[in-house]
C-alpha cells in the first residue's frame, strides 16, 4: 500500500530556511508528481508547486517562486520541500501528495508542521 | 487567477443529504475534485474527476459537475462525515494551475 511518510514538526527562526521530506514507500513516483499544499491553522489548503521525478520538470504558485525548491533524491524515493526567508505567515502544516498530470491528489502525507518564531 | 467559492458551513441532520457546491466560471468545462478534512488529519480524496468515488470511499458520496456549479452529495449523513470539504480544480493558469476552494465545514446535527 502506497504511502508518504513526512519529517517531523520543526520550529523555525523568522529569516530561516526549513527542507521538508515526504518518503515514498512501496511505490515508484517516476510516472507521477509529488505536489506541496500548506495549511496556515484555521485555514484553508494553498498549493505551493510540484515536481515531475522522471522529467526533473517543476512549477511553483507564483505566491511561492524564487522562496520554495522542490526537489527528489531518486535513491531514497523521497522529496524535500525547502522555503527560505521564514516570515510568521509561514506557520502552517505542509503536506505532500502525489498526484498524476491535472488529476487528484489521491495519497497524501500525513503533514509537518511548521512553526515561525521570533 | 481562478477562483472556486464555497459555503463556508452546512449544517445536516444524521440520515439525511448532505450538498455542498463549489462554484467556479464554467466550473463544469472543468474537472473537479473533492477532499474530506478531519480535525488533525490530511485530506483524503473522496470523489474524483466530477464523480468518481476511490477505492474505499462508500457510494453515499458522489458528485456532479455543471454550468457554473459542482456539488458534492453525501447521502444519508453520519456523524462520521462530519469534517471540512474542499474541492479543486486544475487551471490554465501557468501561475497557478491548482486551485482550491475555501473549504466547507459541514455539521452533523
Known amino acids: 500500500q502506497v504511502q508518504l511518510v513526512q519529517s517531523g514538526a520543526e520550529v523555525k527562526k523568522a529569516g530561516a530556511s526549513v527542507k521538508v521530506s515526504c518518503q515514498a514507500s512501496a511505490y515508484s513516483f517516476t510516472n507521477l508528481d509529488i505536489h506541496w499544499v500548506r495549511q496556515a491553522p484555521g485555514q484553508g489548503l494553498e498549493w505551493m508547486g510540484w515536481?515531475?521525478?522522471?522529467?526533473?520538470?517543476?512549477g511553483y504558485a507564483q505566491t511561492f517562486e524564487g522562496r520554495v525548491t522542490i526537489t527528489w533524491d531518486a535513491s531514497i524515493r523521497t522529496a524535500y520541500m525547502e522555503v527560505s526567508s521564514l516570515t510568521f505567515e509561514d506557520t502552517a502544516v505542509y503536506y505532500c501528495a502525489r498526484g498524476m498530470g491535472a488529476t487528484a491528489f489521491d495519497v497524501w502525507g500525513q503533514g509537518t508542521l511548521v512553526t515561525v518564531s521570533s | 487567477s481562478y477562483v472556486l467559492t464555497q459555503p463556508p458551513s452546512v449544517s445536516v441532520a444524521p440520515g439525511q443529504t448532505a450538498r455542498i457546491t463549489c462554484g467556479g466560471h464554467k466550473i463544469g468545462s472543468k474537472s473537479v475534485h473533492w477532499y474530506q478534512q478531519k480535525p488533525g488529519q490530511a485530506p483524503v480524496l473522496v470523489v474524483f474527476?466530477?464523480?468518481d468515488r476511490p477505492s474505499g470511499i462508500p457510494e453515499r458520496f458522489s458528485g456532479s459537475n455543471s454550468g457554473n456549479t459542482a456539488t458534492l452529495t453525501i447521502s444519508t449523513v453520519e456523524a462520521g462525515d462530519e469534517a471540512e470539504y474542499y474541492c479543486h480544480v486544475w487551471d490554465t493558469s501557468r501561475d497557478h494551475p491548482v486551485v482550491f476552494g475555501g473549504g466547507t465545514k459541514l455539521t452533523v446535527l
Open positions: 515536481f515531475h521525478p522522471n522529467s526533473g520538470n517543476s
Open positions: 474527476d466530477d464523480t
